[in-house]
């Protein structure tokens, strides 16, 4: 391998933060449940700290041609051909592409120290897609991983449409000191396992009311959805003061329960 490919900076512009710890590649790793899906896809796998051991342990298995490693940075793509020949090289904007036709529609986990100007966009589009992953083991900011792990009263519109298509927890926190080059804040790591306790439709209806209901925060629910022509003041009060709230209630107090029935209260 040349030394140009191996010490390729990382580019400000694509997000890069290379992870360059073992001790949490090992914890990422053993998040991860491996025998759940077919494909196994990692988002911009950089120099391959992560993917050199997971490439490493599906070789093993057989399975060196279900990894799917999807790269944003023209640049790295020789470096990954040549280092890992069975896998599937993807040049792409993982938070644009189309999941069922990269994974060929077999089941698939998603497995990413995801660059942070587009984790978010990433994990949602992943799950709230036709053909999302049967779980995640991903790298975030911290800031945005606690709003993915959020319970009332600090709920937000992220909270709730993660939530609704999957049950997080936190694998561990990670310091700046574990990348090249170091981030100005800290990360963690999240397991993402693909639920279905609301239906589709449902769902959807469920996000679309807390958009409305965060769209002004700091206001009282009741008048934000009623003055956005979702019910009348009473009757949403009503609906909150069923799950013991105040009907003077604001949106991050809400759990999905509770926006459940604002929804089915409309039907």
Not at 15 to 25: K, R, W
Not at 92 to 121: C, F, H, M, R
Not at 146 to 174: F, G, H, W, Y
Request: charged residues 25%; hydrophobic residues 45%; positive net charge.
């Amino acid at each position: 391998m040349s030394g140009t490919r191996q010490h390729l900076a990382p580019k400000k512009s694509f997000g890069q933060h290379f992870l360059n710890d073992a001790s949490v590649i090992q914890k990422i790793l053993a998040a991860v449940p491996w025998d759940s899906a077919k494909k196994i896809v990692e988002v911009g796998p950089g120099r391959g700290a992560l993917t050199i051991p997971m490439y490493a342990k599906l070789s093993k298995e057989g399975r060196a041609s279900d990894v799917i490693l999807v790269e944003l940075d023209a640049d790295l793509l020789p470096n990954l051909r040549e280092r890992f020949p069975e896998a599937e090289i993807v040049h792409a904007d993982a938070a644009q592409v189309d999941w069922a036709k990269i994974t060929s529609e077999e089941s698939w986990l998603l497995v990413s120290n995801l660059p942070y100007n587009a984790g978010t966009a990433i994990v949602n589009e992943a799950f709230w897609g036709t053909h999302p992953p049967v779980a995640a083991v991903v790298m975030l900011q911290k800031e945005v991983g606690e709003r993915i792990l959020a319970k009332p009263p600090d709920m937000s519109v992220l909270s709730v449409a993660m939530q609704l298509k999957t049950q997080a927890k936190r694998v561990c926190n990670v310091k700046p000191g574990a990348f090249i080059p170091p981030p100005k804040v800290d990360s963690i790591v999240l397991s993402l396992v693909a639920v279905s306790t609301y239906e589709k439709k449902q769902a959807e209806q469920m996000v679309a009311l807390a958009k409305k209901g965060f769209a002004h925060a700091r206001k009282q629910l009741r008048q934000t959805l009623a003055q956005g022509g979702e019910g009348e003041r009473e009757e949403i009060g009503k609906v909150l003061a069923g799950a013991g709230l105040s009907p003077l209630a604001r949106p991050e107090e809400l759990s999905l329960a509770v926006w459940a029935a604002l929804v089915k209260d409309k039907r």
